[in-house]
């Protein structure tokens, strides 16, 4: 069994910055795609970014050049660096792991932790 725990959401201006972590536990050799969803209330959850064990990384539009998805195989840690943040970036963000142990078809996610841009 694989579980995923975030941290470092919370409360933040706009303008200001936040890292969130993710870690994974459990029977874990290897990890293909670790990712970040968000989901702001009425909306779908949407990617946010997610990145490869190579590492390759892929963003969505609305945050290209303002984070930074990146990732620590040893720690089986994801973290994602958010600059200059804006109201529409509220939201409840959830971590992703996919291919773990190269199965392919099941992935997982952790319980989310809010993240709110607001003055």
């Known amino acids: 069994q694989v579980q995923l725990v975030e941290s470092g959401g919370g409360l933040v201006q706009p303008g200001g910055s936040l890292r969130l972590s993710c870690s994974a536990s459990?029977?874990?050799?290897?990890?293909?795609?670790m990712g970040w969803y968000r989901q702001a209330p009425g909306k779908q959850r949407e990617l946010v970014a997610f990145?490869?064990?190579?590492?390759?990384?892929t963003y969505a539009d609305s945050v290209k050049g303002r984070f930074t998805i990146s990732r620590d195989n040893a720690k089986n840690t994801v973290y994602l660096q958010m600059n200059r943040l804006k109201p529409e970036d509220t939201a409840v963000y959830y971590c992703?792991?996919?291919?773990?142990?190269?199965?392919?078809?099941?992935?997982?996610w952790g319980n989310g932790t809010q993240v709110t841009v607001s003055s």
């Open positions: 992703n792991a996919d291919r773990v142990n190269g199965i392919w078809g099941k992935d997982y």
């Open positions: 459990g029977s874990i050799f290897s990890i293909g795609l």
């Open positions: 990145i490869t064990n190579y590492p390759t990384t």
